[in-house]
Nanobody, 111 residues
Framework: QVQLVESGGGLVQPGGSLRLSCAAS????????VGWHRQAPGKQREWIGK???????YYADSVKGRFTISRDNAKNTVYLQMNSLKPEDTAVYYC?????WGQGTQVTVSS
């Protein structure tokens, strides 16, 4: 069974940090391009960044300089390090690769 599982979400104060994980199982090679997306309440799902197969990373302007995507191929896992979090970063965060989406993990930024 092909599956992506996100974890690491939670409640954090403004200015804080979280690291999300996206673990792949089944017939998915995490070395393929992996994208991160988020969906805030009442809003459309938004692309926030990706890591290409060769390791290059790309980010939306809204998170550039604060978020970092990395990958551990040995663990078949991709990470999203989020720093300097803002209330507007509150959303469900999803990873996606090869047409497969994870179930999402909630991130809430609030004091």
């Amino acid at each position: 069974q092909v599956q992506l599982v996100e974890s690491g979400g939670g409640l954090v104060q403004p200015g804080g940090s979280l690291r999300l994980s996206c673990a792949a199982s089944g017939n998915i090679v995490i070395g393929s391009p992996v994208g991160w997306h988020r969906q805030a309440p009442g809003k459309q799902r938004e692309w926030i960044g990706k890591i290409a197969g060769g390791g290059s990373t790309y980010y939306a302007d809204s998170v550039k300089g604060r978020f970092t995507i990395s990958r551990d191929n040995a663990k078949n896992t991709v990470y999203l390090q989020m720093n300097s979090l803002k209330p507007e970063d509150t959303a469900v965060y999803y990873c996606m690769t090869s047409g497969v989406w994870g179930q999402g993990t909630q991130v809430t930024v609030s004091s």
